[in-house]
């Protein structure tokens, strides 16, 4: 895949790579799209989450309670898909 950026744009993402310590643009443009992914992931997640609290059954939990719910199910969500630079 090839992409064509303008001047100003391939100038920011090459000063955004070497400053992020990445060895090419190619480096840093995989991770930018990896979170993204995984951005999405976890929106899906916390719909799915929401929904399922919406429709399924009438339980209260306090907010440590929901946080550590949605920690840990966003941990589930995007297990396996994170990789290292």
Do not use: C
Not at 2 to 25: H, I, M
Not at 69 to 74: I, N
């Amino acid at each position: 895949m090839n992409v064509s950026l303008p001047r100003d744009l391939k100038e920011w993402v090459t000063a955004q790579a070497k400053a992020g310590g990445f060895g090419t643009t190619s480096e840093y443009l995989r991770d930018v799209l990896r979170k993204a992914r995984e951005r999405q992931q976890r929106r899906a997640m916390d719909d799915s989450l929401e929904e399922a609290v919406t429709e399924g059954a009438h339980i209260r939990l306090n907010d440590p309670e929901w946080n550590k719910l949605m920690k840990e199910a966003r941990t589930q969500a995007t297990k396996g898909h994170r990789t290292t630079r």
